[in-house]
Every structure is written in C-alpha cells, then in structure tokens.
C-alpha cells in the first residue's frame, strides 16, 4: 500500500452527508459488518429455540434500540441492560420484558425504573434485602409490581449470595415484600472465559451445582419460574446446564478478539472491528494510528496473558502493541506488508463492549457499501 | 455508614432539576472540587509566568469549552487538542490560538481544519512531508495559512522525527511548501512518567537534548520561534529544560492517582474524583461499587506495577482489586470502616483523561454545593 498522492476524487454521491462507501469513512470508525452480524443473531435465536431456551441478550454491548429492535424480531423474548439508563433508551426498542441486571439502588433511580414499568414487564436482578426494600417501597409508591431475580454468585466472586441457606433465607426475605413479584433466580457465570478444558470442566460444575440448588429451592417450595444465566462464552453450551430456562448473552452479536481466542467463536464470526488511518511511520518497524485507549479502550485479553490490542484485518503479522489515547502502537516488522502514512487498516478490538461505549456512531457495512449508521443512544448513561 | 431506612427527605430546591447538593446527586458522577481546581490552574499560569513560559494546556483532559475558556482567563496563550473534532467544540472558548498536537490526515478533516483556520490562528504538529504535503494543499485549496511544527521524538518512541540530520531535512521540506508557515519544533517527553531520580535524569538529558539540537538548528538557519514541549509530570521542572519557550499540560487541572504516585503532585491537588455507590457486600470482605471499566476505564498505574484502579477518599485502606464494565470491586478487609449497601464513595482514578473522556457531564463542587455542571462536549470526538 501506498500512499495516494493528492486526493481521491469525489462523485456525486460522495458530497452527500450521509456516507455510502467504506471509502468516504473518516477515521476512526467503528464499523460492523452486517452479514455477520445478522448471522450471528440469527444463530444464537435457533440455538435457544432449538433448546426451548428463552433468549434475552444483554444490550449493553451494542446500546443501540435498532439493534435490539432487531434482535427482538429475530426471536429474542426480552432486553437485558445493567443501567436504568440504558432501559430508558432502550424503550424504543419496544421491548415487551426489560431485566435490569443490576440491583438499582437509590431514589432517582428506582422513581425512573417505576415509569419504565408503567411503560413495559421489569424485571431487577439483586442480591440483598436493602435492595429488595427500597424497590418494594418504590413500587408501592408508583403502583407498579416490579419482578425479581435472586442473584447467585456461581464463582464469579463478585455480586450474588451463596447458594444454599442464604440463598434460601434471601428468597423467604423477598417472598415478604409487597409489590414485587419472584420471578426466579439469576447468575452470571462471568468466571467461564474460555473454553479449554478447565472451561468445560466450569460448565459440567455449573451444572451439578444449579442441579442441587433447583432441587433444594423446590424442596423449600420456592421452585423459580426463571432460572436466568449465561455469557457468550458458554453461549452454545448452555443445554448442558440443567435447568436453565433463560440466556443473556451480550458480545455474541459482534464478538470480538476475546471470544474469538475464547474458543468461542472464529475469526469469521467477528463481525466488529475499527476503521483507523496510519498517522506516522518516524519510526523504523512501527506504525502509529489514528485509535488508541479512548478508541478502542485499554481492556487487555482475557484468555491469554498477552498484552496486545486487537488484530489487524490487514496485516495479521502485526502486533497492537501500546497505546495512548489517541495512539495505537502497531509493530509491523513481520507484518509482511508496507505501511505508509494515509493508509487504512480494520482492528478487532480485544473487548467490543468497552470499545463501542467510546463511539458516537456505529457504521453498519455491507462489502463496500455503508449501509446503516446507528448513534450509540445508550452510551455515557452510567446512571 | 449504615444503609439509610428509606429515603432521605427532599427539601424545595432539591426539586430542581439542577441538583444544588452533592447528596442529590445520582451516581456514577464525575465530580471536580472547584478550590482545587483553580489553585491548579492558577499555580501552573504563575509558573509558566515566572519562567516565560507559554502556557497552550492540552484540553483532552477535560473537553469542556467552558474549562478551557478559564484557562485562557487565567493567563493561557492558547489552546491545545488531539483531533480536529475537539477543535471544533473548543472554538466555543474562542481561542486566540489552536494547536492540533496530532498529524491531520485525509481529505475531510483537512477541509474542517481549513475551516477552523478561517476562525483562528491554527498550528498543527506533524512528523512526516506526506502529512504536510497534503495540509500544504488544503491550505491552498481553503486560502488560508497554517502553522506547523516540526514534531520531533525524544524518547517515548512514538511520532516525531530522530533529533538531528532527520529533523534538519524534514524542517528543510517544510519550508518548501507553500502556505504553511514554520512556527517551530514541538515534542512530548510521555516517556517522564516519574519525578523519581530516574525522572530527573531523563530532565537532564532532555535539556542536553534540545539545547544541542537547537544549537544545530541555528547554526543551519532554522531557528524555531517557538519550542513547545511538556507534560504533567514535567511541568513543574521546564524552567530546567533550556530553550523550551512552551508548555503543554493537560492533566494538571485535575490531577489523577497516576500523576500523584510520579510525585508530581500531591493528594491534595487532586480535583478530580468519582461518586459512586455501594450496590452489594454480598461477599464478606468485599464491596462491589456502581462504576467499573465504563466509568473509570480500564487505564492502570504507569508510575507503579501495582494492580488497582483507584484510590477511595473516604476508606483509604480499601483496595480497588478488578473491574467489569459496571462493577468495581472493592477489598475492604483494611479498609477499616465498615460499609453497606447505598454508601457513598468518592474514588480518584488512576487517570483523569481516560475517565473524563466516558462521563457526559462534570459537576463542578465547593463543599457539599453543587456549583457547576459542564457537558463534557467534546467526549467522544474521534475524528
């Protein structure tokens, strides 16, 4: 690749506002491709359709309502989002279910989540009473009925209560509250990052533990009538967890770099990646370009202890190896192609969630034509 | 800190929209102490003052126009950003003067940097003719002039062109091409992370650095008017740095963990910090908090291997161990304090800019008053 000398030049279609062409992109561009997209939606609908599993994706990844619009009409049965935030943008989407998972906590936000449940089925996902009373209060106040899940901790360490006694004890505590509506219990298997053997051997342990817990739970006469996990790691193994009835995979509609050295997916099925331009070539064996930590985030790969950024579509020899905010690193000396200044290259990013949270826009292309641009409604709404 | 048995009372104001106190406030919120704030602001200006410096402050730190409109208030010769996009929102603060510190490449943004240069005194930094060639042509095309200069490297190993020979031919270059004007040279010392006895020898060989380059520069006739350079870790040493007629600090309004553990500031110079909430204690030992990677990004310590994100003003002794994206994790087993669901934290992050740059609003804060809210308006400005 060469520099271009000059300017391309510019037809007709080219002076509109609206881009037409991968070509007319400036950098840096978050672009998606939408047949792989488009499969990878469609795949992860007949996979729960298949195992009578109820899919309700965790938009948090994409934050786009077109984009959950879409996922609704290609089967999913409700939204999932970790902010009250995110559900109100959400709402144009039409979800007919939001779970919020996420225990919302404070009086702004629960007198939003109230509205938001005039409007559609909520449904929050929380681990303690304090939570369970504040919503209760909350609800009784706005005349709503607010569903919940029991949040489980499966190893992930982080939210969720034991199961087992306490897990039991919570569920009576909830059961006590006017106003809200048990639905079931939820958990988030995020300790599952790859599937290697110790992976596999996760999901069978997941498996016998939310066997035990199910019979106990039935036994206490508190059987769930949802029992709401899953990840885009353990996406298409989820039949293997018995009693799950509910999936909320989120990366799965673009995946990325780490799903795909996951053994999640393939290269192919990575349907995100960012458009960036070559700004500098000072220096020997090196490329700088026009995305660095506030394009494509500083999240390091999850599966592998290897600190580097994204793959390059274009030069898969080359390795993303720092960044600073504004600049990638790219070692290219077995990168088995000539840079120069002016150049474009597509990067898989290592974790497309964080990296979409940094664009105003996402530009949906098909070859070589840009087909769809989408605002990122629901990015910044941390509250 | 219990949790608070419902909810706290509202008074009138707190009816507002614009909330007047900080426990009305939602969290995650970005908050900034104003006191702190413009004694930074001041103190830098004073310096800059003292030594006859010129103070450009890089504004990627904030974003907001109404900030860099204080610091020209309070006595700063011009604005500096990362991308055209920032440009055009800081036009808002009427700058005198704009440097670009990035090579602009590509048709589109060189048209949109014409048309800031039509508004004010436009310079941009550059490291290669192919850049210049093509910001020469636009100039042309657009009737205006633009200012460059030549960006040299000395040390991080990032843009700039090799001290010597190299930056010699490159100012020659620049010089030949019509409707640029060469302002001077520029450089980034980003591989000064520290002001520890490493750091300051790195000082020192910087102004061996630039003192015989600028020797070599007058004696082949390119003198350069200005010699702009520095960062927040250097700031306060650029008087030793001879030959440097300005400075460029972005951080230094707020300040963040990174630039108080390189000992180039102190606690108390910390303007900046994140409210966030305690939304489970679930795990004994441990508080999860409502702000994560999408919060205070992911960005480490650079001046220590140590791994943590924060530092909470209110539990000193906690230790902010993991994120995901909506999720900090807080070990609090020396934290001595015990905290509960709907307690309120106050955490510094490690690095301002990245964090600042994932808020769409800054509440600026004297005491317990909510004093100022900012729109963070050129976040996300990628182009």
């Known amino acids: 690749m060469a520099p271009q000398a000059g300017f391309p030049s510019v037809s007709a279609d080219e002076s509109l506002n609206r881009p037409m062409f991968l070509r007319q992109l400036d950098t840096p561009a978050l672009l998606v491709d939408l047949d792989i997209m488009e499969r990878n939606l469609r795949r992860a609908a007949e996979y729960a359709r298949a195992h009578d599993l109820r899919l309700r994706p965790h938009t ?9 619009r879409l996922q609704l009409e290609l089967g999913a ?48 996902m929380l681990d303690s ?23 489980m901790d499966v190893g992930l360490g982080r939210t969720g209560v034991t199961p087992g006694e306490q897990l039991v004890d919570f569920i009576r505590g909830l059961l006590r509250l006017p106003h809200l509506r048990y639905d079931g219990i939820g958990f988030y298997p995020g300790h599952i990052r790859s599937l290697d053997n110790d992976g596999l051997e996760q999901i069978e342990e997941l498996d016998r533990l939310l066997d035990a817990t199910l019979e106990r739970l039935r036994r206490e006469g508190l059987a769930p009538r949802i029992v709401s996990g899953g990840s ?22 673009f995946n990325d770099r780490n799903t795909w050295l996951a053994g999640a997916c393939k290269l192919e099925d990575c349907a995100a990646s ?7 070539t000072s220096r020997p064996g090196q490329v700088i370009v026009d995305g660095g930590s506030k394009t494509f985030s500083s999240d390091r790969l999850t599966p592998s202890p290897e600190l580097s950024f994204g793959y390059v579509l274009e030069a898969p020899g080359a390795v993303f190896t720092r960044m600073n905010e504004e600049h990638g690193y790219l070692d290219v000396r077995r990168a088995g192609v000539e840079l120069a200044v002016g150049d474009r290259l597509r990067i898989i990013p290592n974790h497309i969630c964080a990296a979409v949270n940094l664009h105003e826009k996402i530009y949906g292309v098909r070859g070589d034509r840009v087909e769809e641009v989408w605002q990122v409604a629901g990015r910044g709404k941390l509250q």
Not at 274 to 280: A, D, R
């Open 129 to 151: 009473l304090h939570a369970a009373r504040q919503l209760s209060d909350a609800a009784r106040e706005g005349h709503v009925e607010v569903g919940v899940l029991a949040e």
């Open 60 to 68: 948090k990844t994409h934050k786009v309502p077109e984009l959950a």
């Open 274 to 280: 960012i458009l960036v331009t070559v700004v500098s």
């Open 232 to 253: 885009t790691p353990t996406l298409y193994h989820s039949h293997r967890i018995r009693g799950l009835t509910e999936i909320r995979p989120g990366t799965y509609i």
């Open 77 to 124: 049965a409700g939204l999932t989002v970790a902010k009250v935030g995110e559900a109100e943008v959400l709402l144009a989407a039409e979800p007919p279910d939001l779970l919020v998972a996420y225990p919302v906590i404070g009086r702004s936000k629960l007198e939003r989540l109230v509205a938001i449940a005039r409007r559609t089925r909520v449904t929050v």
